[in-house]
Each structure stands twice: as structure tokens, then as C-alpha cells.
């Protein structure tokens, strides 16, 4: 005996071969699924980014309705206190 025989080369390089095949088969799924679940997280961004933009309107809209006249009350209340006090001649402690 002094080759081994024929048979066994074909069994250990089938099994080796269908190893490599298993490999394969199983990177070529985990390439599968990470595709879709790339996908869904993009459909997740989408959905985040529809909703920031929403959220940014509604503060807007809050900006516009309640901030802005509230703040030109308080401009006018300082002009008005600014014209009294310049009336009375009083100095406020900045100009000092």
C-alpha cells in the first residue's frame, strides 16, 4: 500500500468542497438579510425625518402664534418705560 486510494481523495475533497459551499451559502444570506434590514432602517430614517419636520412646523407655527406677540408686548411695555423714564429724567444704571 503504498498510495492511498482514489476513493478517499474523492470523500475528503467533497467534503471539502461542500464545506466551502455551506460558507458560501450562508454569507450569501447574511448578505441577503442585511440588505433588507439596510432597507429598513431607511425606511425608519424616512420616517424620523417626516416626523422632525412635522415636529419643526408645529414649533413654527407655536413661534408664530404665541412667541412673536409676546415679545412685541414686551418691546412695547420697554418703549413705553423707556419714554416715562426719559419724561421723569431718570437714568437707567447702564447708561452710567
Known sequence: MET???IYWMIVVGILASLL???LFELG???KDSRRTLKNVEDI???AHS???TVKGTVEEVNESIVKPIR???SGISAVSGFISGLTGEQSKEEE
Do not use: Q, R
Open 4 to 6: 492511498i486510494p482514489p
Open 21 to 23: 459551499s455551506f460558507i
Open 29 to 31: 444570506m447574511f448578505i
Open 45 to 47: 430614517t424616512s420616517d
Open 51 to 53: 416626523v422632525m419636520s
Open 72 to 74: 412685541g408686548i414686551g
